[in-house]
């Protein structure tokens, strides 16, 4: 499979790729990074793009930091790096439960964390997982850089609220490594691509009663584009996470979805899964805070 | 080597240094000088009229060669030819042209070709021809075929019908009209793609001053390729020499002659250059052929003690746009004669109508028809055994063909050479602990927990096959075997055969066998297969038929070179032959240990010629041409254990037990690795794979994101285990292990689905069993269920 020509630059520093994004006319141009999802599309002519900008290369996309109350990881951060980040996995694990369930090692050799994000593919793992830790995906544009919620980024299908000449540069990823916190990442894998039929993220803190303090549940695969499950939480909070509460508050858990369907999973499938899954993710966060 | 004996033991494939280091030599490895690439633009509509194409930007492209349309061959090629010609079915035989002449009949259908400098140039071309198209009404199932009014393909096969091939044994009317009990059932064998790692490629070279053409070709069957090559381009057969060395893999879908390989061929021909194509993925999955795609209605009359006494099946088969070059008879002789299995059934009739349709042509994949015929029977003897509330392993053994009974005719005509049935099922139960999982499944259903249990007590034939019988059924061509065994004056052994491995081992397999039989070491003996240029004659591998058959006429050959070499010892020996015994590599005088003389004394003694006995011909060298006398039976019981998951429909397989007798085994490690691939490529058939075509003619399921090809975390640990009931009528034993995985194994799956689900109500899911399928099933049953309170 051959593409069609393009130029490829590879920029050493976050401004020349930022000049570079201006220099070419919008749609003309594409950031690429681990090029697990562009590169395909581009072989299969399913995608035209006149020039492509690797910042792969770019120190500023790269590292993984704690700020505190929260992990910066560079969006240019390879999941394999993610995985093996012990500051992740102690911090975050949430990333490292979804990450790892991400295509395969040759996938996880060379996609991105950013990537991922920015290319907001509706079956991706990382978009359920920065919404249920209310991530924020830090952005640089011609003017300036500016932080956005999770809970704003993800608009619509392959669509987020980065502008077309912006960069995304980081993701910082809420700690759950507090006392009484708990997540998990439940996967529908399809069989053959590995993306997620439907995947949920869950993220559960419990007061010292064993009452939810707060839930939160990110859907990925079901819709047309990652969300939360708002309803499910609201449900949830104060009480206790037991077998009827769960299933009670996940019976509305595809509430609202703009649901996909194809040939291996229908829309009513997904909605289906995503009412099993929404509850077996949160039994396995909520079990997972009660031992912490 | 550690081993006693070569033959009979797990000597690693001499094959897999090479392949898994990047070091083999497949087809899209060659490089010639001059060499130029092609790329085939296929139609994107499934069918439609071409009424103008301008090439003219395409030309113009820079390193663009030349650019052909099915106008530029017309009189210069003939069409691809259909080489299974079933007899008394009204076969009818459209014309297939490499590239359409004014029709396309299906998404991947060959409109124009470019020959370029390099592969991304010939790509870039194709986006630059215009081709304007008036789609045509498309129908791609062969029940929307069938029907009145339905959009017609080709004019010379009206209401799409390619052909109707009936069989019938015995007095199928009189048991139905007397049977106790009938059970009926529709089943669909979904389309399948047969997914070779390697793709198709052809690197065609013509020489214009000898008038010859050499062509590399990743073909299961270089031979026939080569027959099939003069058929369509009219080169004269002697002038053609084909090259398919490292083939990676084919599972049928390189058995067929292809409209690229012919392509390839001509531009080389008309430019005088070499000509290299090779497919991309997105390609071979709509101009490779496709697998399966059989509808069945079938009808078993019993007995209410269990005993089956008739069966009848009409078949509906999706043959695709063209009849590819086997594909005839796939389902027909392949499919109708096993249907009766391992049962005394003694009373059946099969009526098999094949339709074209606007979809990628079907012909031989794994197993080809033995696998439809086996999930058929072994589905019906569940069916009836909960129609009769009895055991399925009890149903089995009631009609089972009794061991004492060999050889035994069936109801499909077929002579069973031989069998033991029962041995296999029994060592199959003994490893699963039936009685023990039945005891467990009834604990599980009161937690609501579905396990399953599926058997599978198969028969297939294989061993391809007596020519005669080739011959009868309507098969072009012959199906025996020549074999060359040369030993040279080194001592070192070539062998020359006529089959064409492509993963299933035998230039392992066959060296051990020749270097058990002569005394050498196993490395000595090189196997050469896949050169039209070395190797006088052959059919090439499928049908199980690489070891059976071309592996006996090793045998033969061998036989004859340590009957001269006998000879010749003796002469130098001053000895008489009678008096001589052969043993791990020597002549020996009996009596007269000191006297004796190495096959390798004797190969060179042989090769120089020096000292020859009256009237012996020098050199050490022997060829048989083998045909087989009967076809091959090889049988077994499959058994899967799966867990059903009550909310989400997922079926998770806990154990997979495969006890196969495949008769004499000559490398058991060899034999598992088939009987592993074949399980999961009919794993892959029962729980994953479907070809899946919109309305327009569009595959949907075209490529690895879309279409399960499973991989290892979705195939279980399969345990392997044999019983041996050698083949009678071969020299060898063997009866041959390439199919027998995947014959065996889908029906186990869904038998154990359907045993899970059965305290549900529920008799039978459509392949392939996916989570959702199985979902809706369970929540049909329980809606259906719900009315009385009982689950």
Redesign the interface.
């Known amino acids: 499979m051959f593409a069609k020509d393009f130029s490829y630059a590879a920029p050493a520093s976050l401004a020349e790729a930022l000049a570079l994004l201006q220099s070419q006319p919008e749609g003309e141009v594409k950031l690429v990074a681990g090029g697990q999802s562009l590169i395909p599309l581009l072989k299969l002519r399913m995608t035209e793009i006149g020039a492509l900008v690797d910042v792969s290369k770019i120190p500023e996309l790269h590292g993984i930091t704690d700020d505190g109350d929260g992990v910066v990881i560079g969006a240019a951060t390879t999941y394999f790096q993610a995985v093996n980040s012990p500051l992740v996995q102690k911090r975050c694990p949430l990333v490292i439960q979804a990450v790892s369930q991400v295509g395969d090692p040759q996938v996880r050799a060379r996609g991105t964390i950013g990537g991922s994000l920015a290319h907001a593919d509706p079956a991706g793992d990382l978009p359920a997982v920065a919404l249920a830790v209310d991530a924020e995906l830090r952005a640089t544009g011609p003017s300036g850089s500016r932080s956005i919620p999770a809970t704003a980024f993800f608009v619509d299908l392959m669509t987020t609220a980065l502008q077309p000449a912006e960069v995304l540069t980081a993701v910082r990823f809420h700690a759950t490594d507090a006392p009484h916190a708990g997540t998990a990442y439940v996967k529908h894998r399809h069989p053959a691509s590995g993306y997620a039929i439907v995947g949920v993220a869950a993220a559960v803190w419990l007061n010292d009663d064993g009452t939810c303090r707060a839930a939160h549940v990110g859907i990925t695969g079901a819709g047309t584009h990652a969300t939360r499950a708002a309803g499910v939480e609201q449900a949830l909070t104060g009480k206790r996470l037991d077998d009827a509460t769960l299933t009670a508050a996940c019976a509305n858990a595809a509430d609202g979805l703009d649901l996909m369907s194809d040939p291996y999973a229908s829309g009513e499938y997904r909605a289906h899964l995503t009412r099993v899954l929404a509850k077996r993710a949160l039994a396995q966060a909520a079990a997972t805070a009660a031992q912490r | 080597m550690s081993v006693t004996r070569l033959f009979g033991a797990s000597v690693k494939r001499r094959e897999d240094p090479r392949l898994i280091t990047g070091r083999g030599a497949y087809t899209d490895d060659i490089k010639l000088p001059g060499m130029l690439h092609m790329a085939v633009l296929r139609s994107p509509y499934g069918h439609a009229r071409i009424k103008a194409i301008d090439t003219a930007k395409a030309k113009a492209h820079p390193g663009v060669r030349a650019v052909y349309t099915g106008a530029d061959l017309l009189g210069r090629m003939n069409p691809i030819p259909c080489a299974w010609l079933i007899p008394d079915s009204d076969l009818k035989v459209p014309a297939y042209h490499a590239l359409a002449k004014d029709t396309v009949r299906f998404t991947g259908d060959g409109v124009a070709m470019v020959i370029a400098d390099d592969?991304?140039t010939a790509?870039?071309a194709l986006?630059l021809i215009d081709v304007d198209y008036e789609p045509l009404p498309v129908v791609t199932s062969q029940e929307q075929a069938a029907a009145t009014g339905a959009p017609q393909l080709h004019d010379d096969a009206p209401g799409n019908l390619a052909f109707h091939w009936k069989f019938a044994h015995g007095d199928v009317d009189a048991a139905f009209r007397d049977a106790e009990v009938v059970v009926k059932h529709r089943f669909v064998q979904q389309r399948l793609v047969p997914n070779a790692m390697e793709p198709r490629s052809a690197v065609a070279s013509w020489n214009p001053g000898a008038e010859e053409l050499l062509i590399y070709n990743t073909t299961q069957n270089p031979h026939i390729a080569r027959f099939l090559t003069a058929v369509t381009t009219s080169i004269p057969e002697n002038k053609i020499r084909y090259i398919a060395r490292d083939v990676g893999g084919g599972f049928g879908s390189k058995i067929p002659f292809y409209p690229g390989d012919a392509l390839a061929v001509f531009a080389s021909k008309d430019l005088g250059l070499p000509v290299k194509w090779t497919e991309?993925?997105?390609e071979n999955y709509v101009a490779t052929i496709h697998g399966r795609d059989q509808i069945t209605e079938v009808e078993m009359a019993a007995k209410r003690d269990g005993t089956m006494t008739g069966l009848r099946v009409k078949a509906l088969s999706n043959m695709g746009a063209y009849l590819s070059t086997a594909a005839p008879g796939v389902p027909t002789w392949l499919f109708a004669l096993i249907v009766p299995g391992c049962y005394t059934i003694q009373n059946y009739a099969c009526d098999v109508f094949g339709y074209f349709t606007n979809t990628t042509p079907t012909d031989a994949y794994r197993g080809a028809g033995r696998p439809e015929a086996a999930f058929l029977i072994e589905r019906m003897a569940d069916l009836l055994a909960a129609e009769v509330k009895m055991d399925p392993v009890e149903i089995r053994r009631k009609n089972f063909i009794p061991a004492d009974a060999f050889p035994y005719t069936t109801a499909g005509t077929l002579s069973y050479d031989s069998g033991n049935y029962q041995a296999a099922l029994d060592k199959a139960l003994a490893m699963v602990d039936y009685a023990g999982l039945r005891q467990k499944q009834a604990e599980l259903r009161q937690q609501g927990r579905y396990l399953g249990i599926g058997l599978s007590t198969y028969v297939e034939v294989c061993g391809l096959a007596p020519s005669a019988a080739a011959g009868a059924m309507g098969f072009q061509g012959g199906l025996w075997e020549p074999a060359t065994v040369r030993v040279l004056a080194t001592g070192k052994v070539v062998v020359l055969t006529g089959t064409n491995p492509h993963g299933q081992g035998e230039e392992t397999t066959f060296a051990q066998m020749v270097g058990d039989m002569l005394g050498v070491p196993v490395e000595d003996v090189d196997v050469v297969h896949g050169d039209t240029g070395a190797i006088p004659m052959g059919w090439g591998t499928y049908g199980s038929r690489t070891t059976a058959v071309g592996g006996t006429a090793i045998y033969k050959a061998t036989v004859k070179v340590i009957e001269k070499a006998k000879k010749l010892a003796a002469h130098l020996l001053e000895a008489s032959p009678d008096d001589l015994e052969f043993e791990q590599g020597s002549f020996r005088v009996k009596g007269s240990p000191g006297k004796a003389k190495t096959i390798q004394e004797i190969a060179l003694m042989a090769n120089v010629a020096w000292n020859m006995p009256e009237g012996m011909e020098p050199g050490l060298e022997e060829s048989t041409f083998h045909d087989p006398t009967n076809f091959t039976f090889p049988f077994g019981t499959h058994i899967c254990v799966v867990e059903v998951d009550a909310?989400?429909g997922?079926v998770k397989i806990e154990r997979y037990i495969a006890v196969d007798d495949v008769g004499v085994v000559i490398n058991p490690m060899i034999v598992d690795g088939q009987v592993h691939g074949g399980v999961a490529q009919g794993i892959g058939q029962a729980l994953?794979e479907?070809a899946?075509y919109d309305e327009g003619g569009n595959l949907?399921?075209g490529?690895?994101?879309?279409?399960?090809?499973?991989n290892a975390t979705?195939i279980p640990t399969i345990e392997t285990a044999r019983t041996e009931t050698p083949c009678p009528h071969n020299l060898t034993g063997v009866k041959g292990v390439g199919e027998t995985g995947t014959i065996a194994s889908t029906q186990a799956v869904v038998n154990a689905v359907v045993d899970a689900l059965s305290p549900l109500g529920i008799s039978d899911i459509e392949m392939p069993l996916?989570?959702?399928r199985v979902?809706?099933a369970m929540r049909a049953a329980q809606a259906s269920a719900a009315p009385t309170g009982q689950p």
């Open positions: 592969p991304a790509r870039d986006d991309d993925r997105r909310d989400t997922e994953y479907h899946i949907i399921t490529s690895m994101m879309d279409y399960t090809v499973p979705q996916t989570p959702e979902w809706r």
